[in-house]
């Protein structure tokens, strides 16, 4: 069902030294200004500059951040910056990193993947979108006419049928390499022999992808594509071959491997008013079983759980284990027609037994949603500074991903946090 191709990566070259750790950066939905400017002050062409520009983002004002990215971007390919690469390939990365003491390696094929609709139920997205998020990114991909990032999406390879063609792969010349604040050292080699190309489309041709992050940048693909389409026919363009606006730059990534890592974002709320510890704990009653933590590092008990448990800490430094209750049927107690399966997730629990009731907490209210901060690391969860209550979760398996996403549904925001991020700035793919 997935078509994958090979294509020719636009990548900094303007350094002899393969490492570019100064050129790269996170995901641009998780900087913030002082990051940004860190960066740029770092090495002024960091991608920062073009995937997260300054300027206005009203795109009918001159000068916009959009004008911005696109001058940038085509000064950087004018002056050799950035270059095209000799030919056409699939890219693979290998993120490597310590975790729990543990030394781990993620891989993944970096390919244009043919664009689906979700509909079609080939590339299967688990999250939903917001509307301004998928605006700014679509005026930067027509001012830029790129994917400036790739989007993480997942393909099920239970035999590590595709495992060889990694082997094979790294065995070769490192293209480029970064290493990012948490240590974790990027890796990109490029896979240019044909029938090792052809074999992975062969074992990727009758899978599903799962979007595990960019949900973002693969909506906005399609509206590119859409609106791309339509100024072609209008134009009486025809194409001998696909366009390069039917795909999308993708790092595809086996679910079924054991390095995969999952991690949980815990949550922090504030009341909307004076916050009312007794009954606070009073309502949680209702549906969990309240117990106090065993000694030791509270949050390790969550890992011992058998249903949905939260480690929960109010601002008096109160901490408890929240279980939900046996008798509670998560089925007929969250209401509404979505499936059990959404309805079992412990996000969900979360949000509609606890969140939405107890805090007024409502998905897509943003007036209510300034009350809700996610957090990544459980330590700083639990620190409850500026908070009444922190909500310390389990991660969410990656089999309730695969059942959610196959069910058309998508989970509640913040459900998975894919570990480590990729890096953007590695690899660029060009369409013009």
Same mark, same amino acid.
């Given at each position: ?19 570019? !750790? ?94 689906? @609709? ?13 509307? /301004? ?7 930067? !991909?027509? @001012? ?84 791309? /389409? ?24 086996n679910m079924d491997d054991p390095d995969l890592i999952v991690l949980p974002t815990h949550r922090q709320v504030r009341a909307e008013g004076a916050f009312d510890a007794p009954s606070f704990w009073r309502e949680l009653a209702r549906y969990f079983d309240v117990s106090e933590p065993p000694p030791g590092h509270p949050a390790a008990a969550l890992a011992s759980a058998t249903r949905t448990t939260f ?6 430094? !109160? ?9 509670v049927d998560t089925a007929t107690a969250i209401p509404g027609d979505a499936s059990a399966a959404w309805k079992g997730l412990d996000v969900t629990v979360l949000q509609e037994l606890v969140l939405g009731p107890q805090f007024g907490i409502i998905p897509g209210d943003m007036s209510t949603l300034e009350r809700l901060t996610f957090v990544k690391d459980a330590h700083e969860a639990l620190d409850v ?16 991903? /695969? ?12 459900? !998975? ?16």
């Open positions: 069902m997935a078509f994958i191709k090979p294509f020719a990566a636009t990548l900094y070259r303007h350094v002899s030294d393969p490492d570019v !750790t100064g050129l790269v950066a996170p995901p641009y939905d998780v900087i913030g200004p002082e990051l940004r400017q860190k960066l740029i002050e770092g090495d002024p062409h960091n991608v920062v500059a073009i995937d997260l520009p300054r300027g206005s983002s009203d795109a009918s004002v001159p000068g916009n951040r959009y004008e911005s990215a696109a001058a940038i971007w085509r000064e950087w390919r004018s002056t050799g910056v950035l270059v095209n690469d000799a030919c056409d390939a699939v890219y693979v990365l290998e993120q490597t990193w310590e975790h729990a003491g543990r030394h781990v390696r993620r891989r993944a094929f970096v390919a244009a993947v043919e664009l689906h @609709a979700f509909s079609e139920g080939v590339v299967l997205p688990h999250e939903r979108t917001l509307p /301004r998020h998928v605006a700014d990114r679509l005026e930067l !991909t027509r @001012a830029c006419s790129a994917n400036l990032s790739q989007v993480f999406s997942l393909y099920s390879d239970p035999a590590g049928e595709t495992d060889g063609i990694f082997d094979a792969a790294v065995r070769g010349d490192v293209v480029l390499t970064a290493t990012d604040a948490d240590g974790v050292v990027s890796r990109v080699w490029a896979i240019h022999d044909p029938e090792a190309i052809m074999a992975l489309q062969e074992i990727l041709a009758d899978k599903q992808l799962f979007i595990a992050d960019g949900h973002h940048r693969y909506t906005t693909a399609l509206a590119y594509r859409d609106e791309r /389409r339509i100024a072609d026919a209008q134009a009486g363009i025809e194409h001998a071959e696909r366009p390069d606006y039917d795909f999308t730059m993708m790092a595809l990534v480690l929960v800490k109010t601002a008096d430094g !109160t901490t408890r284990l929240a279980s939900l209750r046996s008798d500074e500026g908070a009444d209550v922190a909500f310390i979760l389990n991660a969410t398996r990656m089999d309730q991903l /695969r059942e959610i996403a196959l069910g058309g549904e998508t989970m509640p925001q913040k459900s !998975t946090y894919f570990y480590p991020k990729l890096l953007s700035g590695l690899i660029f793919r060009s369409m013009d």
